[in-house]
């Protein structure tokens, strides 16, 4: 008996993930990506955008380095639901759950249920490092 086992990993170089890198590694894994335009920030500093990746909105931030991606990813409660800060801190209802990934400068936001989404987001990014 024939027994073989396979690992999965990360299309892109988690280094130096960037927007575009996060576009092209997509789909290159299959998926239907359509990049969005920019949108006003909200509970992070970064510029956001919005893609759609097999019709599901995902929130991209894109930091100047991925020093300051990590600085702020380490503020985002494990559970995805808040945001703390030195002195404050920001409760955010969901309307399904979250899943954050970061990626060299990169913190990418899914609020969804769609194990496809989930399972492409986790194979060019990794493993979620907060949400549900």
């Known amino acids: 008996m ?15 993930g960037d927007y575009a890198s ?3 590694n997509l789909r290159k894994t299959g998926a239907v990506v359509e990049p969005g335009g920019e949108v006003a920030p909200d509970f992070l500093s970064a510029k956001r955008r919005v893609i ?37 801190a920001k409760l955010v209802e969901w309307i399904a759950p979250p899943h954050f990934y970061k990626a060299g400068k990169l913190i990418v936001l899914y609020v ?8 492409v987001l986790e194979r060019v990014l990794g493993p979620q490092f907060a949400g549900q």
């Open 112 to 119: 969804g249920e769609s194990e496809a989404v989930t399972a």
């Open 2 to 16: 024939l027994v073989a086992y396979s690992t999965s990993c990360a299309v892109g170089s988690r280094s130096d």
């Open 52 to 88: 759609s990746v097999n019709d599901s909105n995902v929130q991209v931030w894109e930091y100047d380095d991925a020093a300051a991606a990590d600085a702020e990813a380490a503020f985002i409660s494990p559970d995805g639901f808040s945001v703390r800060y030195e002195n404050t």
């Open 22 to 24: 996060i576009i092209d």
